[in-house]
């Protein structure tokens, strides 16, 4: 949406002093990431501070992209001449002020989807049920943030039919800058489910916020209540609903409900609700390439924004769009290619069948967009592998999970992301990819190998490697990676390296030995370790770093005992050395627990996929992991037959079994046999029978049909509570799971 206003009156709206060089530029859009610079004429930056930046920190890189409006908190150091500046107290305020405005210039209803969980899903399906019946507009992806909603609402344009946006809240305050600024007509609240609500206190401080959003709406659907102020649609049209598992079949309830209360839906829209695992959904394609896949919508704003995902996921790596059209839609081939163009995509094709030849994307990123069945078979081409078991990561997700710990840790302590063993089995350069862009400062690896293909994969981060050996030793200093010196004789032979290659003051960190009695130094061996240090000019300290022992259980003395040790030592150090060096001790559990012993840094392992043992502090996070299969085969088994190996499974009665393409070599525990572990399909519990098989498992299914989906982990079946059923913990299951096992990542 173009805004079209003039210097003065933006600088009214936003309440801002305005200073720099005269112009009679008009604003017409507006932009946080210089990253994501694409069209510069009209555009105001904003400068907004976070968690993890300041926004001021990025006017250069603006400026340096054709940005010449800036919108500040102070004025900034250096000031460019031909730009203008306007200084406001708050930036996210004046970005909300400004969205306030716009949306009060609209001719059409908003409507508001808010809740703890399901927002993105039922707003995308009243959506498909709506057009294109009516002139329908809607939030790009899960932007529902303070930041995401005026964003969202930026981009609506003057005249339509409805708006759909997200409104999410994650602490007590939000949703009262929220409200005013969305000013909503009507809207759905999912669920108010207590064990998502964040920050809150308790759970009636979240509800009472939610209702801010609704008070003054025309009428609310509060999906947990189900006393909705609409009519109830009539069964058959329930019938139609392709879902049977129970959180599908809520949301799209809740969607049908909504949708039924603007405009009639057809059978046909219901029945092809899409599965929205789809959406930004990353997938390794063969011969190096990356496939992005995005088909469960075409409209241009969200054709937009999977643009921007294609740039910042591309990292220089050449770029290819397949947009693929059904007739119906050839009115949208020159407003695709025109978008396009904005985009500098290297290779742009618009098909509306597959062709005969496939264009080459080896080593390219490539997105896949338009409609199922093509795109589909384009995957299906293109993919690597073609296991029908599927482990999905959401990186949404990750960057949420990152988020929560942020705001337990103090403004100058850092994180250090721990992505060993294949990023805990998630994949090495996604993962570091998504920590890089999310603001971590530091990268983690057990060996050097793993580093290595950390910079091969265009990782600019400080890589520490944790377990360095000396045979990795010319690695590590060949690709600027920092190994952890544990040992005399480690300090040693690094140096040695060193003197050979001429390198001084390499940076090493010290691992301690303050209790655990893994690697590292003995307190009583700092002294040697210093008096070595003092004439080897050839390494420089960059950390000092031990690990807690019983970091999930903070009333175990032996933390204590831990903590006072390391400061004891760390205080030898510092005494001794003329510079500076950055202190940690603390993993995921442990920056839940210990604030006094955050230090300069933390690290972040399993934490950021949503585990811990708090469970106050768990209901923050978000589950990243999700593991799912397909059903090869059902039959009977009669009473007293055997189901697998050695027969130690009889069936009691006839029952029906569902044979799934997933087993031990995949990592689904052998353990897990004969009714100890299961799956769940459709929304029902369905226990293994008979033994884990290598690449399959039997379970007892008797409601399932032949093309249901399985969730091995989900919704259902949590991570940790797969793991407590195969007697292991969530590290083990995560980092077991098979290469073979084809991974997809999703990005909200």
Sequence with gaps: MKLGLTIEHFTSIIGAKCFGESQEALIQEATFDSRKIIRTQGVVFFGL??????????????????????????????????????????????????????????????????????????????????????????????????????????ELPLIGDLAIIE??????????????????DYCVITTKKANFRHEFDTAEAFVAALSVLSKDCKWVIDGDQYSLQVPEPKEPLFECIPFKDPIRLYN???????????????????????????????????????????????????????????KSSAEGKPTIVCCLLDKSQATLEVAVKNLIQNYAVDQVHIWYDLPTVLPQIDNHVVLIKGQTDLTTQLLAKWSQKAHSTVVRYDLSALHH??????????????????????????????MALKLQQSGVQYLGVAYADEGVMLRMAGITLPILVMNAEPPGFERCIAYDLEPAIFSLTHLDAFIRILIAQKKSSYPIHLKLDTGMHRLGFAPEQINQVLQMMSAQPEVLVKSVYSHLACADEPLQAMNQHQIQVFEMCCAQIEEALPYPFIKHLLNSEGAAHFTQAQYDMVRLGIGLFGVNHDPKFESKLKPVISWFSRISQLKVVRKGECIGYGCTDIAAEDIQIAIIPVGYADGFKRNLSNGVGGVFIDGQYCPTVGRVCMDMIMVNAPNAQLQSEVEIIGPQQSLVSFALKAQTIPYEILTSISPRVHRTYTND
Excluded at 111 to 135: C, D, Q
Excluded at 260 to 282: D, M, V
Excluded at 402 to 419: C, D, E, G, K, S
Aim: hydrophobic share 45%; proline share 5%.
């Design 49 to 154: 501070k976070g968690a993890n930046r300041n926004g001021s920190a990025f006017i250069n890189d603006a400026y340096q992209k054709g940005i010449r409006l800036f919108v500040v908190e102070s004025q900034p150091q250096q000031h460019f001449a031909d730009a203008i500046y306007f200084q406001v107290p708050n930036a996210l305020i004046a970005l909300q002020n400004l969205a306030a405005f716009h949306r009060q210039r609209l001719s059409y209803p908003i409507l508001a989807i808010a809740g703890s969980i399901g927002k993105t899903t039922v707003k995308e399906w009243i959506y498909h049920l709506l057009t294109p019946a009516l002139n329908v507009y809607r939030s790009p992806k899960s932007y529902n943030s303070q930041i995401g909603v005026a964003l969202s609402l930026l």
């Design 167 to 184: 409104a999410a809240i994650t602490k007590p305050g939000e949703m009262e800058l929220l409200a005013p600024m969305l000013a909503p």
């Design 252 to 310: 799209a309830r809740l969607a049908l409900k909504c949708a039924l209360s603007f405009h009639g839906c057809k059978a046909e829209a219901i029945a092809t609700l899409p599965h929205l695992a789809n959406r930004l959904e990353t997938i390794e394609g063969a011969n190096g390439a990356t496939l992005i896949n995005d088909t469960y919508t075409l409209d241009l704003v969200a054709f937009e924004a999977s643009l921007e995902f294609l």
């Design 401 to 430: 999970n990152l988020r929560q710990y942020q705001q337990t840790l103090l403004p100058n302590t850092q994180i250090l992301a721990m992505v060993k063993a294949q990023a805990y089995g998630a994949g090495l350069d996604q």
